[in-house]
């Protein structure tokens, strides 16, 4: 049976998650504030640059005298810094809350226990690690970027009942694995990450627009791994509708379309090459990928160890032949889930 500390946080959660999709590169974050064990106040980060959950829960009070005699519940450890907002500790300082009651610790170097530090100094009761383990699964994308410098990677293919991804083809007539209700989890998928890495034979073959379509949304990145420049730029990838990064060891051709961004590294050693192209894309902002190239491309991930969760849908179709379906192994951490009568097995790594 839950405590109230811990039922309140749950709802923390529950709220966090409608930041989903909007808030990257910050955390998902839901704030509760209760008074006489009723919530008087509720509300969550809602956007990148705009107000953070605490500030939002503590604006929704319409009773601002009940603060001093209340509780903040808030999934994670309240900023200590001026960013783009300015501290949240400060606020609950000013305001008087005489308790605060935190879901995990933020692992960004700029907090890092300075907001839990501020607030004991201003004599407020603190309690940290109510739900800890669901409030840092919450925030697992944000843990992943600022501790490893690298997006949370997934992995994400469609596969025959036999174990193929698709046929032995020249042109763009792929096999259809998923249905059109499957497709529509994709796309849900796309529309809660930054971006999306397809290599030179997918980009080639299926001419793929990468966009949320089948949802609601904003569009992630498109990222190209295409290390001998074979892209024609009449391709979906390269419309200007996004913005799209590729990686290739090449010179860039020029001159250079605006919306496309020319990263040159060395493919020598394809492991590196990776890790490489993983630490970019943390350092321009693009905190989760979901990795949705070719057999080859999904292999490499896996065999380099670089990768945080994986979606394979299994089709009741056989292809008896074609290409073989990525090997990811066998690991305890998974599970099959059921969509529309559909099989999809979620790995965590």
């Known amino acids: 049976m839950m405590t109230n500390d811990e039922k309140y946080m749950h709802r923390c959660i529950q709220l966090a998650q409608n930041g989903l999709g909007n808030v ?33 829960a503590i604006h929704s009070v319409k009773d601002q005298s009940l603060l001093k005699r209340s509780t903040i519940y808030v999934s994670l450890e309240p900023c200590s810094h001026y960013g783009k907002t300015p501290p949240c500790a400060d606020l609950i300082i000013e ?12 692992p960004f170097s700029k907090v890092a226990g300075q907001g839990i530090k501020k607030i004991k100094e201003a004599q407020r009761e603190v309690v940290v690690g ?10 697992r994308t944000f843990i992943t ?3 490893k410098h690298r997006p949370y990677i997934t992995l994400k293919w469609a596969q025959s009942n036999d174990g193929f991804i698709d046929k ?50 904003n569009n992630p990145t498109r990222i190209v791994i295409d290390r001998n420049l074979r892209l024609p730029v009449q391709l979906s990838l390269f419309d200007g509708s996004i913005p799209t990064i590729l990686f290739t060891e090449k010179e860039a051709p020029y001159p ?3 919306t496309v961004e020319y990263i040159k590294i060395n493919f020598d050693y394809e492991q590196d090459s990776l890790s490489k192209i993983a630490n970019t894309l943390y350092t321009k902002g693009i905190h989760s ?61």
């Not at 919530?39 to 980060?45: F, N, T, W």
């Not at 998923?178 to 997918?202: F, P, Q, Y």
């Not at 896996?302 to 379906?325: C, P, Q, R, T």
């Open 24 to 56: 990257s590169p910050n955390p998902m974050v839901g704030a509760v504030i209760v008074c006489d064990d009723k919530i008087i106040g509720e509300d969550y980060h809602r956007k990148c640059g705009e107000a953070h959950a605490e500030v939002n």
């Open 95 to 106: 305001k008087q809350i005489p308790r605060v009651v935190i879901g995990c610790q933020d």
């Open 130 to 139: 109510v739900l800890e383990k669901e409030c840092l699964h919450l925030m």
């Open 145 to 147: 970027a600022h501790t």
């Open 168 to 217: 032995n083809r020249t042109d763009g007539s792929a096999a259809k694995l998923s249905t059109d209700l499957t497709s529509m989890i994709v796309h849900k998928r796309r529309a809660e990450i930054d971006g999306i890495v397809v290599g030179t034979n997918t980009a080639l073959l299926d001419n793929p627009s990468l966009t949320v379509r089948n949802w609601y949304g």
């Open 256 to 258: 250079m379309d605006n």
């Open 289 to 349: 990928i979901m990795i949705e190239g070719g057999s080859a491309l999904l292999q490499s991930f896996i065999d380099a160890g670089l990768w945080d969760e994986a979606f394979v849908e299994i089709s009741s179709l056989k292809l008896d032949d074609g290409v073989k379906a990525p090997i990811i192994g066998e690991y305890s951490n998974m599970d099959c889930e059921k969509h529309f009568g559909v099989s999809i097995i979620h790995y965590r790594h």
